[in-house]
Structure formats: structure tokens, C-alpha cells
């Protein structure tokens, strides 16, 4: 990501919490969809930025036997806690503190569900050695 794309999302954040300010004292339903549609906007910028960076890691890993599998769930992992974290920001700011934990609970156990091809190969592991 460049500085001049980090330069313009910084303003899109300052002047997307002004609006919200503005809209803390009456309309505060408003509020919050600017707030979600700046995220989205942000979430997207940030995506299309990463993707160079995601190309290049595949591509180191592509040589390393079982890597792409290991890189797949190392990318997933991010993607759900970026995602979760996102839903739970939103949640929170919207004084949704019981929907903040909830969504906080479903990543983590979405990042256990994803994880656990890694626990089996662990196990097998350990099995191996003492045996």
C-alpha cells in the first residue's frame, strides 16, 4: 500500500468521524451506516492492496512441499480474524456489546475449525516420535 493511498484512507476516517459526530446527537442510526459504508470502502482498498503482497507469498511457498496447504490456512486464519474483529468494532460502536462477543466467539471458533487440519498433523507427529 502506498503512503497516498494510507494518506487518503486517514482522511476518509477523520472526516467519516466528523459526519458521525454530527450525527451522535439526533440521528445516530445514520451514524452508523456511514461508519459501515467507510468500512467497506476502507476494507476494499485495503484487499485490493494486499493481493500483490498474497501473489508473491504463494509464490514463495509454491516450492515448499505442503506450504500452499500451511499458506491457505494461514490466510484463511487472517481473513477470519480481520473479519471478526471488523464485526465486532462495528457491533460495539453500535452498543451491540452482547453481538460484539458473539461475533468475537464465532471467529475464534471458525479459526479452531480451520486450524485443527494442523492439530491432526501435530498429533501424528508426536505419535511418530515416540513410536
Not at 450525527?23 to 442510526?29: L, R
Not at 494461514?74 to 462495528?90: H, N, W
Not at 498433523?121 to 508426536?126: D, Y
Request: aromatic share 6%.
Amino acid at each position: 500500500m502506498t503512503g497516498e493511498k494510507l494518506v487518503m484512507i486517514a482522511g476518509v476516517c477523520i472526516f467519516a468521524s466528523a459526519v458521525c459526530r454530527i450525527f451522535d446527537n439526533g440521528a445516530k442510526e445514520y451514524g452508523i451506516l456511514v461508519k459501515t459504508a467507510v468500512i467497506a470502502v476502507i476494507s476494499a482498498a485495503v484487499i485490493s492492496g494486499l493481493i500483490p503482497v498474497t501473489e508473491k507469498i504463494c509464490e514463495l511457498c509454491s516450492g515448499i512441499p505442503s506450504g500452499s496447504e500451511y499458506l491457505a490456512i494461514l490466510l484463511k486464519g487472517l481473513g477470519i480474524c480481520y473479519l471478526t474483529q471488523l464485526a465486532s468494532d462495528v457491533c460495539k460502536d453500535s452498543g451491540e456489546g452482547s453481538l460484539a462477543v458473539q461475533a468475537e466467539t464465532a471467529g475464534k471458533t471458525a479459526l479452531l475449525i480451520i486450524a485443527f487440519p494442523l492439530f491432526e498433523k501435530v498429533s501424528e507427529l508426536a505419535v511418530g516420535l515416540i513410536n
